[in-house]
Protein backbone atom coordinates (compact mmCIF):
# COMPACT_ATOMS: atom_id res chain seq x y z
CA UNK A 1 0.00 0.00 0.00
CA UNK A 2 2.04 3.06 -0.96
CA UNK A 3 -0.91 5.57 -0.34
CA UNK A 4 -4.22 5.69 1.25
CA UNK A 5 -7.20 8.33 0.13
CA UNK A 6 -10.56 8.75 1.53
CA UNK A 7 -12.12 5.97 -0.10
CA UNK A 8 -9.36 4.49 -2.25
CA UNK A 9 -5.67 2.92 -1.79
CA UNK A 10 -3.15 3.47 -3.78
CA UNK A 11 -0.65 -0.16 -4.81
CA UNK A 12 2.70 -0.55 -5.65
CA UNK A 13 2.51 -3.92 -7.57
CA UNK A 14 5.98 -4.33 -8.87
CA UNK A 15 6.29 -1.07 -10.01
CA UNK A 16 3.49 -0.40 -11.20
CA UNK A 17 0.78 2.04 -9.43
CA UNK A 18 -2.73 1.42 -9.15
CA UNK A 19 -5.56 3.07 -7.53
CA UNK A 20 -8.24 0.82 -6.22
CA UNK A 21 -11.00 1.44 -5.09
CA UNK A 22 -12.45 0.00 -1.59
CA UNK A 23 -15.10 0.47 0.91
CA UNK A 24 -14.43 1.93 4.63
CA UNK A 25 -13.73 -1.48 5.62
CA UNK A 26 -10.72 -2.33 3.84
CA UNK A 27 -9.59 1.60 4.47
CA UNK A 28 -9.47 0.98 8.20
CA UNK A 29 -7.71 -2.40 8.04
CA UNK A 30 -5.08 -1.55 5.80
CA UNK A 31 -2.12 0.51 6.86
CA UNK A 32 0.79 2.49 4.28
CA UNK A 33 3.41 0.31 3.41
CA UNK A 34 1.61 -2.81 3.93
CA UNK A 35 2.16 -5.75 1.78
CA UNK A 36 -1.87 -6.74 1.23
CA UNK A 37 -3.54 -8.90 -1.18
CA UNK A 38 -7.08 -7.87 -2.18
CA UNK A 39 -9.32 -9.71 -4.56
CA UNK A 40 -10.24 -6.95 -7.07
CA UNK A 41 -13.08 -6.38 -10.20
CA UNK A 42 -12.39 -4.00 -12.97
CA UNK A 43 -14.82 -1.83 -13.75
CA UNK A 44 -14.80 -0.51 -17.54
CA UNK A 45 -17.39 1.78 -18.74
CA UNK A 46 -16.91 4.32 -21.67
CA UNK A 47 -13.85 6.15 -20.82
CA UNK A 48 -13.27 5.12 -16.92
CA UNK A 49 -11.72 1.78 -15.97
CA UNK A 50 -11.81 1.71 -12.31
CA UNK A 51 -11.12 -1.16 -9.90
CA UNK A 52 -12.27 -1.86 -6.76
CA UNK A 53 -10.64 -4.18 -3.81
CA UNK A 54 -11.86 -5.72 -1.38
CA UNK A 55 -10.24 -7.98 1.48
CA UNK A 56 -12.80 -11.24 1.25
CA UNK A 57 -14.44 -13.35 -1.16
CA UNK A 58 -18.41 -12.50 -0.02
CA UNK A 59 -17.51 -8.86 -0.41
CA UNK A 60 -16.61 -9.14 -3.61
CA UNK A 61 -19.27 -11.21 -4.51
CA UNK A 62 -22.19 -8.66 -3.02
CA UNK A 63 -20.61 -5.82 -4.56
CA UNK A 64 -20.96 -7.94 -8.11
CA UNK A 65 -24.47 -9.40 -7.32
CA UNK A 66 -25.92 -5.22 -6.23
CA UNK A 67 -24.31 -4.16 -9.91
CA UNK A 68 -26.84 -6.29 -11.51
CA UNK A 69 -29.31 -4.91 -9.61
CA UNK A 70 -30.96 -1.70 -12.39
CA UNK A 71 -30.35 1.95 -10.63
CA UNK A 72 -26.85 0.42 -8.43
CA UNK A 73 -23.55 1.39 -9.58
CA UNK A 74 -20.07 0.42 -8.16
CA UNK A 75 -20.30 3.58 -6.02
CA UNK A 76 -23.15 3.24 -4.44
CA UNK A 77 -22.54 -0.20 -4.66
CA UNK A 78 -19.43 0.35 -2.31
CA UNK A 79 -21.36 2.71 -0.29
CA UNK A 80 -23.34 -0.21 1.02
CA UNK A 81 -20.16 -2.43 1.72
CA UNK A 82 -19.26 0.67 3.52
CA UNK A 83 -22.17 1.35 5.53
CA UNK A 84 -22.98 -2.42 6.25
CA UNK A 85 -21.24 -5.39 7.12
CA UNK A 86 -22.00 -8.69 4.95
CA UNK A 87 -23.84 -10.25 7.76
CA UNK A 88 -26.21 -6.86 8.34
CA UNK A 89 -26.85 -6.65 5.02
CA UNK A 90 -28.41 -10.01 4.51
CA UNK A 91 -30.22 -9.90 8.13
CA UNK A 92 -31.60 -6.54 6.29
CA UNK A 93 -32.59 -8.75 3.35
CA UNK A 94 -33.46 -11.53 5.24
CA UNK A 95 -35.85 -9.12 7.77
CA UNK A 96 -37.54 -6.88 5.11
CA UNK A 97 -35.54 -4.01 6.79
CA UNK A 98 -35.40 -1.09 4.25
CA UNK A 99 -35.17 1.59 6.51
CA UNK A 100 -31.14 0.02 7.45
CA UNK A 101 -30.53 0.52 3.72
CA UNK A 102 -32.32 3.59 3.59
CA UNK A 103 -29.63 4.83 6.29
CA UNK A 104 -26.73 4.47 3.36
CA UNK A 105 -26.28 8.07 1.78
CA UNK A 106 -27.33 8.17 -1.97
CA UNK A 107 -29.81 5.00 -1.45
CA UNK A 108 -33.58 6.37 -1.47
CA UNK A 109 -36.51 4.12 -0.78
CA UNK A 110 -37.50 3.04 -3.60
CA UNK A 111 -33.97 1.71 -4.60
CA UNK A 112 -33.88 -0.30 -1.51
CA UNK A 113 -37.09 -1.60 -1.86
CA UNK A 114 -35.58 -3.10 -5.06
CA UNK A 115 -32.77 -4.12 -3.56
CA UNK A 116 -35.08 -6.23 -1.07
CA UNK A 117 -37.00 -7.56 -3.62
CA UNK A 118 -34.41 -8.53 -6.23
CA UNK A 119 -32.20 -10.38 -3.74
CA UNK A 120 -34.96 -12.35 -2.12
CA UNK A 121 -36.40 -13.03 -5.35
CA UNK A 122 -32.30 -14.60 -6.21
CA UNK A 123 -32.08 -16.22 -3.18
CA UNK A 124 -33.12 -19.95 -4.41
CA UNK A 125 -31.88 -19.51 -7.77
CA UNK A 126 -28.31 -18.21 -6.83
CA UNK A 127 -26.51 -21.04 -4.66
CA UNK A 128 -23.47 -18.40 -3.48
CA UNK A 129 -25.91 -15.73 -2.78
CA UNK A 130 -27.63 -18.34 -0.92
CA UNK A 131 -24.57 -18.85 1.17
CA UNK A 132 -24.17 -15.54 2.24
CA UNK A 133 -28.12 -14.51 2.97
CA UNK A 134 -29.10 -17.91 4.46
CA UNK A 135 -26.31 -18.01 7.07
CA UNK A 136 -27.38 -17.18 10.57
CA UNK A 137 -26.18 -13.85 11.28
CA UNK A 138 -24.82 -15.04 15.33
CA UNK A 139 -22.62 -17.91 14.56
CA UNK A 140 -19.46 -15.98 13.09
CA UNK A 141 -18.63 -12.33 13.05
CA UNK A 142 -17.84 -10.76 10.24
CA UNK A 143 -14.32 -10.03 11.34
CA UNK A 144 -13.76 -13.51 12.88
CA UNK A 145 -9.89 -14.61 12.30
CA UNK A 146 -10.97 -18.38 12.74
CA UNK A 147 -12.66 -17.92 9.80
CA UNK A 148 -10.08 -16.00 7.62
CA UNK A 149 -7.55 -18.35 8.49
CA UNK A 150 -9.36 -21.60 7.50
CA UNK A 151 -10.71 -19.91 4.13
CA UNK A 152 -6.96 -18.86 3.70
CA UNK A 153 -6.01 -22.44 4.29
CA UNK A 154 -8.24 -23.23 0.97
CA UNK A 155 -11.92 -23.87 3.06
CA UNK A 156 -14.98 -22.24 1.22
CA UNK A 157 -16.84 -19.74 3.39
CA UNK A 158 -19.33 -21.96 4.19
CA UNK A 159 -17.19 -25.22 5.53
CA UNK A 160 -15.09 -22.66 7.55
CA UNK A 161 -18.13 -22.02 9.24
CA UNK A 162 -19.29 -25.02 10.05
CA UNK A 163 -16.07 -25.99 11.00
CA UNK A 164 -15.48 -23.25 13.20
CA UNK A 165 -18.74 -23.71 14.88
CA UNK A 166 -18.49 -27.18 15.56
CA UNK A 167 -15.13 -26.57 16.85
CA UNK A 168 -16.04 -23.34 19.20
CA UNK A 169 -19.30 -26.18 20.25
CA UNK A 170 -16.43 -28.67 21.40
CA UNK A 171 -13.95 -26.30 22.95
CA UNK A 172 -16.29 -23.68 24.52
CA UNK A 173 -16.32 -20.13 24.99
CA UNK A 174 -12.43 -19.64 26.59
CA UNK A 175 -10.67 -21.01 23.83
CA UNK A 176 -8.19 -19.02 21.37
CA UNK A 177 -8.40 -18.21 17.77
CA UNK A 178 -5.32 -20.50 17.51
CA UNK A 179 -6.90 -23.74 19.54
CA UNK A 180 -10.27 -23.30 17.77
CA UNK A 181 -8.25 -23.23 14.34
CA UNK A 182 -6.18 -26.39 15.37
CA UNK A 183 -9.27 -28.08 16.53
CA UNK A 184 -11.27 -27.31 12.72
CA UNK A 185 -7.75 -28.64 11.08
CA UNK A 186 -7.99 -31.79 13.50
CA UNK A 187 -11.35 -32.24 12.50
CA UNK A 188 -10.55 -32.02 8.77
CA UNK A 189 -7.80 -34.32 8.74
CA UNK A 190 -9.81 -37.00 10.45
CA UNK A 191 -12.57 -36.64 7.75
CA UNK A 192 -9.59 -37.05 4.96
CA UNK A 193 -7.99 -40.11 6.31
Known sequence: V?????SHIDLDVGGVGYEVWVSSNVLRKVVTEQT???LTHCHIREEIFQIFGFLREEEKLLFRMLLGISGIGPKLALAILSALSVTQFAQAIRENDVTALTRISGLGKKTAQR???EMKAKLGQDAELS???DEPIAVIDENDDVLAALCALGCTIGEARKLATKARAELGNGASDEDVVKKALSSIARVTR
Open 36 to 38: VTL
Open 131 to 133: AIL
Open 2 to 6: ANKGV
Open 115 to 117: IVL
